[in-house]
């Protein structure tokens, strides 16, 4: 149990130093939204598949003030950070991960009370597991998906995505098996 606990321990304190830590780097700039989020996976690539749960906390920034370069209004920096168990055959596992995406809204598809969007991005992700042929624990995390914010009447705003997932290391390991899958996500902004 205590090296389960301390995997617990490590992974919460990774994703609460790469989401802290980025903010103190950006401490002139005010998120326009902040946002915490479920999200639920299921990796269908490799057998045997899994699934895992993850709570995210996201902020989003306009993105030039980031990227200081001119982007079209639309375009936004989303920063997130997640912890999540993962149901792995050999019983629950950690992971955690650190991800940067540009979003885009779609304003000609935008209603009163509903925004659409699309994102892409990547990160690097931590798991305390490895599938047969994956050479690391410390991986990247590329992700594209849609999504959509939902404007409440109370003046509060909800969230959902569905995001195409990949974990691998990029051939920094000669042992670089990928893992595929999808990533449903709901969530609420502050």
Known sequence: M??????????FILSWLSLTGLANAFTLL?????????????IYDP???FGFVQLSLSAIYDYEEIMRHQAPDPL????????????????????????????????????K??????????????TDFQVDGQGLRVNF???????????????????GAIHAYH???????EDNRGLNGVLFQLGYYF
């Open 76 to 111: 936004k920096f989303k920063l997130e950070t997640n912890i999540g168990i993962a149901d792995y055959s050999a019983g629950a596992r950690i992971l955690t991960s650190f991800n940067f995406y540009a979003l885009y809204y779609l304003p000609k598809l935008t209603t």
């Open 167 to 173: 974990i691998s290391n990029g051939g920094l390991n």
């Open 30 to 42: 005010s998120p326009e939204k902040i946002g915490v989020g479920l999200g639920g996976a299921s």
């Open 2 to 11: 205590l090296p389960y606990l301390r995997t617990i321990i490590l992974s």
């Open 113 to 126: 009370s509903f925004t659409p969007y699309i994102e892409g991005g990547a990160g690097i992700v931590y």
């Open 141 to 159: 995390n590329p992700q594209a998906g849609i999504g959509g914010e939902w404007l409440l009447t109370s003046g509060r705003t909800i969230f």
């Open 47 to 49: 057998e045997p598949n």
